[in-house]
Structures are given as C-alpha cells and as structure tokens.
C-alpha cells in the first residue's frame, strides 16, 4: 500500500476547519488507521493527583508582550518567506507541523535566546518567537484559512511587501 501525504494532510485539514479540544485524539486515530498503526496503541486517562487538575492556556497568552515584538515579528517573517520560498509546500507543511508539535508543550516567545532545534532545519537554532513566526508563515502558505491565534497579520503583510520588493 502507497500512502499519499496528502491524505493525512486530508485528515489534518478536516480536522483543522471545526477543531475543538479533543479532536487531535480522533486525528491521531485516523492518521494511525492510514498508516495501519491503529492496534499499536490504546488511550489511557491521564492520572490526576489530588483532584487537581491544571489546564494549560491555549493561543497567545500575552497578547501585549507579542505585540511589543512586532518589528522581530516582521524580520522572523520575512526570514519565513526567504526560507520557504524554494520549497515545496509539502516541506513547508512539513516544517510548520513540527512546530506546532513543539508548540504544544509551550514556547516562550519572551525569551530571545535560540535554543530550540527542528528536525526539518537540522543545525540550526532558533528562539520561541521565530519558531512561532516560521508556523504562522507556514500555514498562510498552505492553508491561509487557518486561524492559529496568533496577532501576526499585520507583521506578515509587512513581510510580505518587504518580500516583494527584494525580488
């Protein structure tokens, strides 16, 4: 069986268009069942100790602190387009995937230093806000129906111009 990336990429978008919690446990499940994985695994609830249950925040948390960044915000988007724009959107995809992987366990986006790594830019290191502008730009490319709760917008149409203009 030949599996086409773009029937995860299916799964993942239909999943995307009416997302609420919950639904990355039915997408691991389809994506599992395509690729015949889907009696490797069973779900197990999470142990909670002393009733206590803590949720982490989803989206931006500070909106004012990224909004303070937006100049490197414009600079890491246009890095963005710089990077992607000899790759195919599969690679994008691919890029912008694993960042929103990553994502999910927090990304400091306040903090300059560039110590996360990806697998799909091996050798290089980049801060939590670049990370966060290489997805964004990612899935504008893709699939710019997506809303990621992000305030980049702005920053990305400036990026966008500056783009333009270096061509």
Known sequence: MVLQHSSIFAAWQRTMRSYAPGDEFRLVDEVAKLLGLDRWYVWREDAVEDSAVTTRPQGATNLEALEERDPAVVMYCLDALERFEGMDDAAVFAIGSEIALKAQGGLDYTDP?????????????????????????????????????????DAYQRALGMFGKSE
């Not at 964004?136 to 305030?151: E, G, I, T």
């Open 113 to 153: 230093e560039r110590k996360h790594m990806l697998q799909s830019l091996k050798g290089e290191q980049f801060s939590g806000l670049h990370l966060l502008c290489l997805m964004y730009v990612a899935f504008q490319r893709v699939d710019p129906s997506l809303d990621l709760q992000l305030p980049f917008a």
